[in-house]
């Protein structure tokens, strides 16, 4: 063989010796699962619970693009007759209408501050109160009514363990947070529930079904909880919220003030793109 043709030969074996190894490594990966446990990407939260900093003021442009947050690693049980959320929680308002909720108030910083943006702009939203703050505030909760709001239970002291404990702790926790909202506004109905920190299980689902409680999740995440400032909250909300979205916002649980800056900053932007409500409560 003439040495030219002798040194194409070699170089073509050895590169579909190099294509055939590098398929079955892919294979092989393919069948095991990532040792490292890390999650998909997408909307929704992170379960490590908030992390609390003082937030940086709206910067009047510029900024970069917001990367979506990961997403919650837990499986939706394919019998649960409800949402398409973790364990059969609803994630989405199911019309075109958009739902803000802010969880873990009410607190007198933030809270009023929540509630003027959204009369300035019209918008009903849903706010997930915990027990200890309605029963410190019960003024605020009265606020929250008085302005059309809807409130959704989110445990007695924001218990992110509370879906492992027992089913009779995890019912008194939810009735007890349930009467102080009723002790601060007897007539208001609460129909939600949410987990805190989204940190869903099957024991926690069953009870607040079993009190009349739809499980209510999110699908769009700027996690403000992070308090990673204004400029970014807002860019997240433009970007990801669309129609049947139901955004996950807080108004306590620390420096919130990034939150209210963001919301006056992006509001009158959204508005002019989708319809926002409350989530129902069918009273009439």
């Given at each position: 063989m003439r040495p030219a043709l002798a040194g194409r030969t070699a170089v073509l074996v050895t590169l579909v010796?190099?294509?055939?190894?590098?398929?079955?490594?892919?294979?092989?990966?393919?069948?095991?699962?990532?040792?490292?446990?890390?999650?998909?990407?997408?909307?929704?939260?992170?379960?490590?619970?908030?992390?609390?900093?003082?937030?940086?003021p709206l910067p009047g442009t510029g900024g970069p693009s917001p990367s979506a947050p990961s997403e919650s690693t837990q499986d939706a049980d394919p019998q649960q007759p409800a949402g398409d959320g973790p364990y059969g929680t609803q994630i989405t308002t199911g019309t075109t209408e958009v739902a803000l909720t802010f969880d873990d108030g009410p607190d007198p910083r933030y809270t009023p501050q929540a509630l003027a943006v959204l009369r300035e702009h019209q918008i009903k939203a849903t706010f997930c109160v915990v027990g200890q703050n309605a029963r410190n505030h019960p003024e605020?909760?009265?606020?929250?009514?008085?302005?059309?709001?809807?409130?959704?239970?989110?445990?007695?002291?924001?218990?992110?363990?509370?879906?492992?404990?027992?089913?009779?702790?995890?019912?008194?926790?939810?009735?007890r947070t349930s009467q102080a909202?009723?002790?601060?506004?007897?007539?208001?109905?609460?129909?939600?529930?949410?987990?805190?920190?989204?940190?869903?299980?099957?024991?926690?689902?069953?009870?607040?079904?079993?009190?009349?409680?739809?499980?209510?999740?999110?699908?769009?995440?700027?996690?403000?909880?992070?308090?990673?400032?204004?400029?970014?909250?807002?860019?997240?909300?433009?970007?990801?919220v669309g129609p049947g979205a139901v955004v996950l916002l807080?108004?306590?649980?620390?420096?919130?003030?990034?939150?209210?800056?963001?919301?006056?900053?992006?509001?009158?932007?959204?508005?002019?793109?989708?319809?926002?409500?409350a989530l129902p409560t069918g009273a009439t």
């Open positions: 010796v190099v294509a055939l190894l590098g398929s079955a490594y892919a294979l092989g990966r393919s069948l095991v699962s990532d040792p490292a446990g890390h999650p998909p990407t997408g909307l929704g939260t992170s379960l490590t619970g908030p992390q609390y900093a003082d937030q940086a605020l909760i009265r606020a929250i009514v008085a302005d059309g709001h809807t409130l959704c239970n989110h445990s007695w002291n924001h218990d992110t363990l509370l879906g492992k404990r027992s089913p009779d702790v995890i019912r008194a926790d939810l009735i909202i009723r002790a601060a506004a007897p007539d208001a109905p609460v129909v939600w529930f949410r987990q805190p920190g989204g940190a869903w299980t099957y024991p926690v689902v069953s009870v607040a079904r079993e009190l009349g409680m739809t499980p209510l999740h999110w699908n769009v995440d700027p996690s403000d909880w992070r308090a990673p400032g204004a400029q970014r909250i807002a860019t997240v909300l433009s970007t990801y807080h108004d306590a649980g620390g420096n919130r003030q990034g939150t209210i800056d963001a919301l006056r900053y992006v509001l009158p932007e959204l508005t002019g793109r989708y319809h926002f409500d």
